[in-house]
């Protein structure tokens, strides 16, 4: 898979058609996303807001659009950026048993604090499901929920298990299974996250996008840019 198709399943998925997609999904306190393509296509993201989106140059920086949208000097941003992997070829994993234990992955959940999911959380009900067992205990598990062809994956580990690859394994077989179902696996990873970026690396990954969001935080209300 090269570049320019991933985008395309990607945009496809999303229903992006524009450079510029308004989200009603998106809040206020949460308005800009910045998707920036290997293939150098760039979209972005901003809730249903009417004022000041006629202003916003579709070839615009992170930066510049939120200046269109908002008032910085009243509020203060901060700012994250995940990238977003795809496997270019197919993926070479084992075969592991679907989540069928929710009582088991209830417990491997309660052991994790929220900064021990590499990015996400998995459920039994997501479309593609692996998990590692031993003697009845969950120690890994890997999620996918799909959207038309674009399947986005969520890891967790249990914090016991760390460095013994268990993440790698889960990730590896959860990508075969979704390429067997004719699908393209989507891995985020947030720049912070160090072991995260080396598994995408370490199973031969490639950087479909970078995505760039900012929160924001109001002292007031009603501060959007004239």
């Not at 000097?73 to 070479?92: C, M």
Request: glycine share 8%; with cysteine.
């Amino acid at each position: 898979m090269t570049a320019r198709e991933f985008t395309g399943a990607y945009l496809a998925s999303r229903g992006w058609d524009k450079p510029v997609v308004l989200d009603e999904e998106l809040m206020i306190e949460y308005p800009i996303c910045l998707y920036t393509f290997e293939d150098r296509r760039v979209f972005a993201l901003a809730p249903e807001i009417e004022e000041g989106m006629e202003l916003v140059d579709p070839q615009a920086e992170l930066a510049q659009v939120l200046q269109c949208l908002f008032d910085l000097d009243q509020v203060r941003a901060v700012k994250e950026s995940v990238t977003g992997f795809y496997a270019p070829r197919p993926q070479i994993g084992e075969r592991l048993p679907a989540i069928a234990d929710e009582g088991a992955l209830a417990d491997l959940f309660q052991a994790m604090d929220e900064t021990d999911s590499i990015l996400g959380e998995v459920t039994a009900a997501d479309d593609f499901t692996c998990c590692i067992l031993e003697n009845g205990r969950m120690l890994a598990a890997a999620g996918a929920v799909r959207m038309g062809k674009i399947a986005d994956i969520s890891v967790a580990v249990h914090p016991e298990c760390r460095g013994q690859g268990l993440s790698a394994r889960v990730t590896a077989a959860l990508i075969r299974k979704i390429q067997g179902a004719g699908c393209v696996a989507l891995y985020r990873a947030q720049h912070n996250n160090l072991p995260s970026l080396r598994l995408a690396q370490g199973l031969g990954l490639r950087r479909g996008f970078l995505m760039e969001g900012v929160q924001l935080i109001f002292p007031q209300e009603d501060i959007l840019a004239p």
